[in-house]
T-cell receptor, first 115, second 117 residues
C-alpha cells in the first residue's frame, strides 16, 4: 500500500544545531508540503513543492529550507534550530498538478524539541 | 487573504448526542475547495471530505454530514449519535488559487471534540 512516512518520529536537539526531518511518500504524488502544528495555531504551512526542483515558501518559512531532488522525498532542514521551532511537524502529499485541490495525505508527524 | 475560522475551541458532549462543528471561511476566489480533517488522540491527520465551491449539495456519510452554504460562507460538520471514538480534534481547511498563481491550504485552528460515555 502507498504511504507517507516521516523520520525520526521524535527528536531532541540543541539550539543552534542543524536538523533535517525526512519525508518519504510512495503515492507518486507531485505535490508535497510541510506544516507545523502548535497549540492555538492549528497547522501552518512552512514550505511546499509542486514537483522535482520546485520549492515554494509558505506562511512560516523563516529558518527552514527544503529541496526536492526526486518525486518521493522532501526533506525539511532547520538551519540553526531555535526554541521557537519546538513543534510537531507534518509532511503531506497530494496528486493534483494544478495545486492543492485534491486532498492531502499526511504523514504521522515528527515531534521536535529544541532545548 | 484566505481565512478559516472555527469559533468553537472545545466541545464536550455525551455519547449519542448530535453535535455540529462550525466552520466559516473567507476567500475572494470563485473556485475553491473546502476540507475537513480529523486528528484523533494518536496524532495522525485523517482526511474526511473535500467539497468544491460549485457543489452546494449536502453530503452524508454514515453518521457524518456536511452542510455547505456559500451565502453564509460556512461548511459545517455534524456528527449524529456521537460515539467515544469520535473524540478528536477536527480541522476545517480551505484551498484555492491566489493572485500570482501561488496556492496553499489554509487550516482553521481546530475544534477539540470530547465525547463522554
Amino acid at each position: 500500500d502507498a504511504e507517507i512516512t516521516q523520520s525520526p518520529r521524535h527528536k531532541i536537539t540543541e539550539t543552534g544545531r542543524q536538523v533535517t526531518l525526512a519525508c518519504h511518500q510512495t503515492w507518486n504524488h507531485n505535490n508535497m508540503f510541510w506544516y507545523r502544528q502548535d497549540l492555538g495555531h492549528g497547522l501552518r504551512l512552512i514550505h511546499y513543492s509542486y514537483g522535482v526542483q520546485d520549492t515554494n515558501k509558505g506562511e512560516v518559512s523563516d529558518g527552514y529550507s527544503v529541496s526536492r531532488s526526486n518525486t518521493e522525498d522532501l526533506p525539511l532542514t532547520l538551519e540553526s534550530a531555535a526554541s521557537s521551532q519546538t513543534s510537531v511537524y507534518f509532511c503531506a502529499s497530494s496528486e493534483s498538478l494544478a495545486g492543492p485541490f485534491y486532498e492531502q495525505y499526511f504523514g504521522p508527524g515528527t515531534r521536535l524539541t529544541v532545548t | 487573504a484566505q481565512k478559516v475560522t472555527q469559533a468553537q475551541t472545545e466541545i464536550s458532549v455525551v455519547e449519542k448526542e448530535d453535535v455540529t462543528l462550525d466552520c466559516v471561511y473567507e476567500t475572494r476566489d470563485t473556485t475553491y475547495y473546502l476540507f475537513w480533517y480529523k486528528q484523533p488522540p494518536s496524532g495522525e491527520l485523517v482526511f474526511l471530505i473535500r467539497r468544491n465551491s460549485f457543489d452546494e449539495q449536502n453530503e452524508i456519510s454514515g453518521r457524518y454530514s456536511w452542510n455547505f452554504q456559500k451565502s453564509t460562507s460556512s461548511f459545517n460538520f455534524t456528527i449524529t449519535a456521537s460515539q467515544v471514538v469520535d473524540s478528536a480534534v477536527y480541522f476545517c481547511a480551505l484551498s484555492g488559487l491566489t493572485q500570482g498563481g501561488s496556492e496553499k491550504l489554509v487550516f482553521g485552528k481546530g475544534t477539540k471534540l470530547t465525547v463522554n460515555p
